[in-house]
């Protein structure tokens, strides 16, 4: 097996910053053109309250 492919298809909950496997993620949200992956309902409800609370946090780390 090759790791690059696992790593390829892991995005950060930016709610948590957990890493989350998109192909077995069961809470997405999309804004914006962008669909987002979460580990668990909780932090998907707190994107969905407020994306750009999320966002512009986790945008400002350049």
């Known amino acids: ?3 690059m492919g696992s ?3 892991t995005e950060t909950d930016v709610v ?3 890493q ?3 192909r077995n993620a069961k809470f997405t ?3 914006k053109g962008k669909e987002y992956y979460f580990c668990s ?3 998907k409800k707190k994107f969905d309250e407020d994306p750009e609370k999320y966002l512009s946090f ?3 780390r350049k």
């Open 7 to 9: 790593a390829l298809s």
């Open 20 to 22: 989350v496997d998109k």
């Open 16 to 18: 948590c910053k957990m």
């Open 29 to 31: 949200s999309e804004y």
């Open 1 to 3: 097996m090759n790791d």
């Open 58 to 60: 986790y945008g400002s």
């Open 41 to 43: 309902l909780s932090c």
